[in-house]
């Protein structure tokens, strides 16, 4: 399911699936899309930090057309102990291999990879990250 911000409409909560895992997409060329970010993590329950939440940054390729600082996007992954994958959606190869990627995370969240929990998943990252 696709949202454009948070909250989500109350009046359709009985119909809506369990939520897994939330998947904030930056796009690195504007800044509205971040400060959207921003405003829509309020609305995010504490308990999803624990290795459900991840930033999705696209168009990293354009480099000239950032109007977002790495920096900034970074911290923000930081600050909620949530990973960061940077990707450019244009190119089929990255476009594939990001697809696969979240949807490994995916399953890791949803719990059907045995002995592997969505916080151990992130606390393997987060060590990789820091050597």
Do not use: W
Not at 13 to 25: K, S, T
Not at 78 to 94: D, K, N, Q
Not at 95 to 118: D, E, K, N, W, Y
Not at 124 to 131: A, C, E, T, V
Request: charged share 20%; proline share 5%.
């Amino acid at each position: 399911h696709v949202a454009s911000s948070l909250p989500l409409p109350p009046e359709r909560d009985h119909l809506r699936p369990r939520i897994d895992m939330i998947v904030f997409m930056i796009d690195i060329k504007s800044k509205y899309s971040f400060r959207n970010v921003e405003a829509s993590l309020a609305y995010v329950d504490a308990s999803f930090f624990l290795g459900k939440v991840c930033f999705l940054v696209t168009g990293v390729g354009r480099v000239n057309c950032c109007s977002i600082e790495t920096n900034a996007i970074c911290k923000l992954g930081a600050t909620y102990c949530s990973p960061v994958l940077f990707c450019e959606l244009e190119l089929e190869g990255i476009r594939v291999a990001t697809a696969q990627r979240l949807l490994r995370m995916l399953q890791i969240c949803a719990g059907h990879i045995p002995g592997v929990s969505a916080l151990s998943f992130v606390s393997l990252i987060r060590n990789s990250d820091d050597d």
